[in-house]
């Protein structure tokens, strides 16, 4: 009698992967009332709760053995690699968000870090004082007014919205190692493959502090990651100037403190004194009631001197 050998079914994997974050949202749903800034409350849950269970049972452990045995300088010889190869794109939004002096600092980091710092592997740019900056096709978009939407959280790739989602493609189309996948051949896809394994988990491996504080000091931890995302991303877009209305609980202060003052004004302020009381009569004490300084508080104990 002969063995079959069992075949992984790729298509039935992706169908059953599709199917259990979308009824991992549906149970969400039934719980959780959708707000009007975030419509998909309940898929993102869910999609939170699976990206949550694939980082425990994979990407944690395989970054916290990661970041055992890899040496120091190693790691971060790593993380300037793909940091220095990041940069490309950094310079193509520059320039399509007009920023003209940060994109000659950022080709400059680039050129330089790929000559002296050895293919990117040491960041020669920042000892001489070329910082590095944060730009992406997601907030290209946001400098020319496309709405982010509302929030969204996506599988594998964790916090987003749909303006961000399409950041993507255009990051993907920025980064020089899709067109070494795409036309390379096979050793030089499974090559990139490889890279973007390292680079995931090179990332994952500089979050353990940020988890930890994750974990430890949010209530609702959905709301604590959606709120900072959202908030790093205002933040990004307006290069940290952000306007004076960002805030809704600002707005709503302001809004009231407005409506309280205009309440006050409309009151109406005629003075109930009888006509036949001279100013002196008003302004002349009531002996039939205390005085400020006579009157005494509710907690107020008369001590008396013991017989």
């Avoid at 975030?38 to 849950?45: F, I, K, L």
């Avoid at 790691?75 to 490309?88: A, K, L, M, Q, R």
């Avoid at 090179?202 to 995302?229: C, P, Q, W």
Wanted: proline content about 6%.
């Amino acid at each position: 009698m002969s063995m079959q050998k069992p075949t992984l079914n790729t298509p039935l994997l992706l169908s059953s992967l599709v199917v259990s974050i979308t009824l991992a949202g549906c149970a969400s749903t039934a719980t959780t009332v959708p707000e009007k800034n975030d419509p998909w409350v309940g898929w993102n849950r869910g999609t939170q709760t699976f990206n949550d269970n694939l980082d425990k049972a994979i990407v944690k452990p395989l970054a916290q053995g990661y970041e055992w045995i890899t040496p120091e300088f190693v790691n971060e010889g790593i993380t300037n690699f793909f940091s220095n190869i990041n940069d490309i794109g950094v310079t193509v939004n520059d320039l399509l968000q007009f920023k003209l002096t940060q994109s000659g600092m950022d080709a400059s980091r680039f050129l330089i870090n790929t000559t002296a710092g050895v293919g990117g592997f040491v960041d020669v740019a920042k000892m001489i004082d070329l910082p590095k900056h944060k730009e992406d096709f997601g907030q290209t978009l946001g400098y020319w007014g496309v709405p982010s939407g509302s929030y969204l959280v996506l599988p594998i790739f964790g916090p987003s919205s749909p303006r961000d989602t399409f950041g993507l493609v255009g990051d993907a189309l920025f980064n020089p190692l899709t067109y070494v996948s795409i036309f390379g051949g096979a050793a030089a896809t499974a090559a990139t493959a490889g890279s973007k394994v390292l680079d995931v988990t090179d990332k994952r491996a500089h979050l353990m502090t940020t988890e930890k504080i994750v974990n430890e000091g949010s209530i609702d931890r959905y709301d604590f990651i959606k709120n900072s995302y959202e908030q790093n991303r205002d933040y990004l877009i307006h290069d940290g100037n952000l306007p004076d209305d960002t805030d809704p609980d600002l707005n709503d202060e302001s809004s009231d403190s407005g409506s309280t003052k205009g309440s006050s004004n409309g009151k109406n302020t005629t003075s109930s004194t009888p006509a036949n009381k001279s100013a002196d009569d008003v302004n002349k004490p009531d002996a039939s009631k205390p005085s400020a300084s006579d009157k005494k508080p509710a907690h107020f104990l008369k001590l008396t001197e013991p017989k």
